[in-house]
Nanobody
Framework: QVQLVESGGGLVQPGGSLRLSCAAS????????MAWYRRAPGLERELVAV???????NYADSVKGRFTISRDNAKNTVYLQMDSLKPEDTAVYYC???????????????WGQGTQVTVSS
């Protein structure tokens, strides 16, 4: 079974920074794209940032210039560096990865359990 385990959430003041991590574990052949999503209370889940296996990145307009997604393929880990945080960034952040269990199968989406980020003074 493939598991994604997130860490790094918490409470931070506006203007502060947090770094989220998400490590994939279990038996699998390869990971394609990895991404971070978030869901704020009362809102739909939204894509925050995505990074491909070749490290091409894309960001939601609301976080461009403030958030940076990166990955360490040797550790099967994706990171989200969040700077200049705003109260509207408050949400549960979820890690997502497209994982191929074997070289004979296609890619499937896996999700982490979510980590709470709260931006408040």
């Amino acid at each position: 079974q493939v598991q994604l385990v997130e860490s790094g959430g918490g409470l931070v003041q506006p203007g502060g920074s947090l770094r989220l991590s998400c490590a994939a574990s279990g038996r699998f052949a390869s990971i394609n794209s990895m991404a971070w999503y978030r869901r704020a209370p009362g809102l739909e889940r939204e894509l925050v940032a995505v990074i491909t296996s070749s490290s091409t990145t894309n960001y939601a307009d609301s976080v461009k210039g403030r958030f940076t997604i990166s990955r360490d393929n040797a550790k099967n880990t994706v990171y989200l560096q969040m700077d200049s945080l705003k109260p509207e960034d408050t949400a549960v952040y979820y890690c997502n990865a497209d994982v191929r269990r074997s070289f004979y199968s296609g890619y499937a989406a896996y999700w982490g359990q979510g980590t709470q980020v709260t931006v408040s003074s």
